[in-house]
């Protein structure tokens, strides 16, 4: 020991410590250099200031942990430096027993300590440890300080308590930006955009300046209500503020025009964003599979391997979607041996499920089944979901049951399934049987999930129910619905006979005065919109035949573009015509 040596020494190895602590290498000299002049790490400043330095610059943790247990009786700024640096790391469930060992040292926790553990909880998403934490935090006095009570509320939102966020918001005396997107994102993180929405408007009021953080879980609610205005108005504000140029909040914006069907604008944000990453590039391949732009999906898949970008295997989902929608059956094939081989993306359950679609929809339905039987996977019911929807479409009964029987196994309260193999039935006038899985469906206790379609008018987003009459410009729309149902049938509009005779599709049948919210709530945009304004819907289930034919006619006779957004994919109405190719 050079013990006389050891004070100036160790004031040398702080002063290079806070001054020159750049890298996990020169820390490693100091480290040594420590050793060799005997400065004992159990000097409570030498390891408390080398273990700070480490977690700071991300050293790996295993390393921090030796240090660590150098030191004799850690205070309480080291534990926390080891929770943080733990919570912060690739693996953070080690902050938890570390906490519970300070705890065992009966070493209490300090104001620094929750926002640390906390983080590494919500990383874990173990609410069960979230609870415990916070009535330690309440009991210790330290529930009320904001920041402590920020790392709560985010910690609930992201383990999927919304609720508890919410209410522990609404409870705070002080809140701050941190706080407002923490709730916020909670809501979109548990799908509830329109609390979204509301909390937002809140904030504006509040007079809290939104960031990057915010707007982007903005854009991601926007996206799932279709809200195209209130999000348009959010992307003007971020060219305004200078947030448009964050690489986040701009690929949010591109999955917000991807998914309200404005595949144009798509396409202009993409093409004026510099930094696009491969996430860039998806959001816009997946984008144009999904609304039927097959081809050009293709196409911008090519440009991006010639810039000699890495694809993700969510990429290959949009492309593997895109030759699907446009019966590329050989290059289907071709791009999932490439994915393989040339990518080495093991495909998942999904890129199965695009080729099993990719048969079925081309016509190749025993292909499709021989391909399910022989994939290294097991198939999950999505897969004999698509099988089941080939041979209703290509009429290929004996399969059909074979893949319900499968359902039957893997999902047996499934409406859904129901409702393919007796619209397969109705297609074939079997109506005994359709009788028959009806009488099932009830038996079993199978609830069809209601409908409703959602439209965006001025500032707020209506929902409409099949055979709503709730709105207060109720007359108005019927008269409407009226109208309509006149000039559709000089257009030689009759309702689709085989479903409604089957009176069995994802909702019931309608009646005169009883629409499908599609339907109405294309009657009220009608009212409230300018002529020749395109219309938006987002709707939960899939669209009718008798609905989808009668929007194709709107189209032609209102001279309205119409873009529905349905539970499988988007359909671009336009002069009578569909960007499905009635094929969905
Ligand atoms: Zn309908
Ligand atoms: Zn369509």
């Known amino acids: 020991m050079h013990s006389d040596h050891s004070p100036s020494i160790l004031k040398q190895c702080i002063a290079i410590l806070h001054s020159r602590a750049t890298s996990i290498h020169k820390l490693k000299q100091i480290h040594a250099f420590s050793i060799k002049h005997g400065v004992s790490l159990n000097n409570p400043d030498m390891g408390k200031h080398l273990l700070f330095s480490l977690v700071s610059l991300s050293a790996p943790m295993s390393y921090a942990h030796k240090i660590f247990k150098q030191i004799d009786s850690p205070n309480i700024f080291t534990w926390n430096t080891m929770i943080r640096g733990y919570a912060e790391s690739q693996n953070p469930k080690p902050a938890m027993d570390i906490h519970r060992s300070m705890r065992s040292f009966a070493v209490e926790p300090d104001t620094h300590t929750y926002p640390f553990l906390l983080k590494a909880i919500a990383r874990l998403i173990t609410v069960k440890e979230g609870e415990e934490v916070h009535s330690i935090a309440t009991k210790n006095g330290f529930g009320s300080l904001v920041f402590v009570q920020n790392g709560l509320v985010h910690m609930y939102a992201v383990c999927g308590r919304a609720e508890s966020a919410h209410k522990l918001f609404e409870e705070m005396s002080e809140r701050n930006l941190v706080t407002w997107n923490s709730v916020i994102n909670g809501f979109v993180l548990n799908g509830r955009p329109n609390e979204t929405l509301t909390l937002y408007r809140d904030m504006i009021d509040e007079q809290v300046e939104p960031d990057g953080f915010t707007l982007v879980s903005l ?92 694809p993700s295997e969510i990429t290959f989902v949009g492309v593997l979607y895109a030759c699907s929608h446009c019966g590329l ?111 099932k469906m009830l038996a079993n206790g199978v609830q069809k999930s209601p409908g409703h379609s959602l439209v965006e008018l001025g500032n707020r987003v209506y929902q409409f129910v099949m055979g709503d009459t709730s709105n207060p410009q109720n007359e108005e729309i019927y008269t409407k619905l009226n109208e309509m149902t006149r000039l559709l049938r000089l257009e030689g509009y009759v309702p689709h006979v085989v479903n409604v005779l089957a009176d069995i599709e994802e909702e019931e049948k309608e009646t005169a005065l009883s629409y499908h919210s599609e339907k109405i709530a294309i009657a009220f945009m009608l009212i409230n919109t300018p002529n020749g304004m395109p219309i938006r819907v987002v709707k939960n289930l899939r669209v009718c035949a008798d609905c989808h034919l009668a929007i194709k006619l709107v189209s032609k006779v209102y001279g309205r573009e119409i873009v529905v957004r349905d539970r499988s994919r988007f359909h671009h109405f336009k002069d009578g015509f569909c960007s499905c190719k009635d094929y969905w």
């Open 329 to 439: 059956v050989d290059e289907g094939f071709t791009y999932l041996k490439r994915m393989k081989e040339e990518y080495k993306i093991e495909p998942r359950i999904e890129h199965h499920g695009c080729m099993v679609d990719l048969l079925g929809r081309s016509g190749h339905v025993q292909q499709a089944y021989d391909y399910i039987i022989n994939m290294p996977l097991q198939p999950n019911a999505v897969i004999w979901r698509t099988l089941l929807g080939a041979c209703t479409i290509h009429g290929h009964t004996g399969l059909a049951e074979f893949a319900r029987a499968k359902l039957i196994e893997l999902e047996p309260n499934h409406s859904g399934d129901y409702v393919l193999l007796s619209n397969l039935y109705a297609s074939e006038r079997r109506w005994s049987d359709v009788s028959k899985v009806r009488e």
């Open 219 to 310: 854009l991601t609610a926007c996206a799932e209500l279709g809200a195209l205005a209130l999000g348009k108005r959010v992307h003007v504000y971020m060219s305004k503020v200078g947030l448009a140029e964050n690489p986040h909040a701009a690929n949010a914006l591109l999955d917000l025009y991807s998914k309200t069907g404005n595949i144009k604008e798509a396409h202009k944000v993409f093409d004026e964003m510099k930094d696009k990453s491969v996430v860039s590039w998806t959001t816009l391949i997946v984008g144009l599979a999904m609304n039927g732009f097959g081809n050009e999906s293709i196409n911008l898949f090519k440009e991006l391997e010639r810039k000699k970008l890495t």
